[in-house]
C-alpha cells in the first residue's frame, strides 16, 4: 500500500487525511477506503485532505479516477470537500466531472473553506448547493 489514511471523527463529518505516493492506483484506492469508513461510521459527509507526493496525475487520469471513483460511491454521500493545494486547475476538472456524474462533491484549497462549507449543509438539502456555480447559481 502506497498510502496512509489518517481519520478524525467531527460531530457532523469525517475528516480524512491521505498521505503517501501519488499515482492513479493510490487514489482510486483510498477513495474506496474512504467509503468504507463512511458505511462503516456511518457518516456520509467527508472532508477529503490529500497530501501525497510526486508528479501530478496527467489529465486522462484525473478523468478516469473521477468518474470511477463516482460511479462507485453514487448514492453513499450527502456531501463532500476535497482538498489538494497542488491540484491547480485540474480540481476544478475533477469536480465538473465528479459532479456531472452525480456525486456531491466540493473542491477547495483550504481545511478550513472546506470545513465551513460541510458545516453549512444540511439534511434539508443533502449538499444540493453542489449543483451551484461558485456564485450560487443554478448549473
Avoid at 60 to 85: K, P
Avoid at 130 to 139: H, K, N, P
Wanted: aromatic fraction near 8%; glycine fraction near 6%; include cysteine.
Amino acid at each position: 500500500m502506497d498510502y496512509q489514511l489518517s481519520i478524525e471523527q467531527h460531530p457532523a463529518f469525517i475528516h480524512v487525511t491521505v498521505t503517501g505516493l501519488n499515482s492513479r492506483e493510490t487514489v482510486a484506492a483510498y477513495l474506496r477506503d474512504v467509503v468504507e469508513e463512511c458505511r462503516t461510521r456511518n457518516c456520509f459527509r467527508v472532508l477529503i485532505e490529500e497530501r501525497l507526493k510526486g508528479p501530478r496525475l496527467q489529465l486522462m487520469d484525473v478523468f478516469s479516477v473521477a468518474a470511477e471513483g463516482a460511479m462507485t460511491a453514487l448514492g453513499v454521500f450527502q456531501a463532500i470537500a476535497y482538498v489538494d493545494e497542488y491540484m491547480g486547475e485540474m480540481a476544478e476538472f475533477a469536480e465538473t466531472v465528479a459532479v456531472n456524474r452525480g456525486m456531491p462533491v466540493r473542491v477547495f484549497t483550504s481545511v478550513g473553506e472546506a470545513s465551513t462549507w460541510l458545516l453549512r449543509q444540511d439534511d434539508a438539502s443533502s449538499g444540493m448547493d453542489i449543483f451551484m456555480d461558485r456564485e450560487g447559481r443554478d448549473v
